[in-house]
């Protein structure tokens, strides 16, 4: 298949186009070029802004594809451009869709469900903005390609990594601070993904188009784990001395 994959040089980016390549699959790479990764150095690549609509247009020309997969840019505007250009789409968004990611307190008692099921309630408008736009993209998505498939993505770790998990604990570590001070006791659940298993999530629908069309899949670690989890394990491994607050 020709596919066509928007992003390509982030935390799951060189993973899902190996594993597309691995499939025997025409990988072309669109990006906004700024910077490269050795491991999709090979592939074909574009050049654009994929946040923006009109650069989107001129990169791909009048090129069609089997299967867009879309980790980066905005979805939008990708999922305009692409209308009528590929076969299926592949989108990746995030869990803060749903009520109360951003106020807690919206559930009684306050906390949102983990793990949250998909058919959880989304934010509605009047709730957090930002989920709500979140949410709002989802079903215009939908709307305009009925067979897509779309992965709401945990914060994302391992190589590439966009921010630091374990760096803040281990860099006070390496301080040798006596403390570190946890909000809400470090009791907070996030959900996490490492980025060789979320890659290998997208390529299960590429590879089963008949069981994830017109699908929403949550995806991430089986295991949860708390911030001060997180705090002490680091802590155990680098044999430090020191308290949680």
Same mark, same amino acid.
């Given at each position: 298949m020709k596919v066509l994959l928007i992003g390509g040089t982030g935390p799951t980016g060189p993973a899902i186009a190996s594993g597309l390549e691995a499939r025997g699959h025409e990988v072309t790479i669109l990006h906004s070029g700024n910077h490269e990764v050795p491991e999709v150095e090979h592939f074909r690549h574009l050049h654009c802004d994929p946040f923006d609509a009109d650069a989107l247009r001129a990169a791909l020309g009048d090129e069609t594809f089997d299967v867009t997969l879309a980790t980066y840019g905005r979805l939008r505007a990708i999922a305009e451009v692409v209308q009528?250009?590929?076969?299926?789409?592949?989108?990746?968004?995030?869990?803060?869709?749903y009520r109360g990611f951003f106020e807690p307190a919206v559930h009684e008692p306050?906390?949102?469900?983990?793990?949250?099921?998909? /058919?959880?309630?989304?934010? /509605?408008?009047g709730a957090d903005g930002k989920s709500y736009r979140i949410g709002r993209t989802e079903q215009m998505l939908f709307e305009q390609h009925p067979t897509a498939t779309h992965f709401r993505y945990p914060f994302v770790y391992g190589p590439r990594q966009l921010a630091p998990r374990e760096w803040c604990v281990v860099r006070r570590?390496?301080?040798e601070r006596p403390f570190m001070v946890l909000p809400d006791d470090g009791l907070t659940l996030i959900p996490y993904g490492y980025v060789d298993n979320?890659?290998?999530?997208?390529?299960?629908a590429v590879d089963q188009p008949e069981a994830s069309m017109g699908e929403i899949f949550?995806?991430? /670690?089986?295991?949860?784990?708390?911030?001060?989890?997180?705090a002490e394990l680091i802590t155990e491994e680098l044999g430090h001395d020191w308290e949680l607050l």
């Open positions: 009528g250009r590929t076969g299926r789409i592949i989108s990746v968004g995030g869990v803060p869709v306050p906390g949102l469900p983990v793990p949250t099921r998909e /058919d959880a309630p989304l934010a /509605d408008e570590i390496l301080d979320l890659a290998h999530a997208l390529l299960l949550n995806c991430g /670690d089986d295991e949860k784990l708390t911030i001060r989890q997180v």
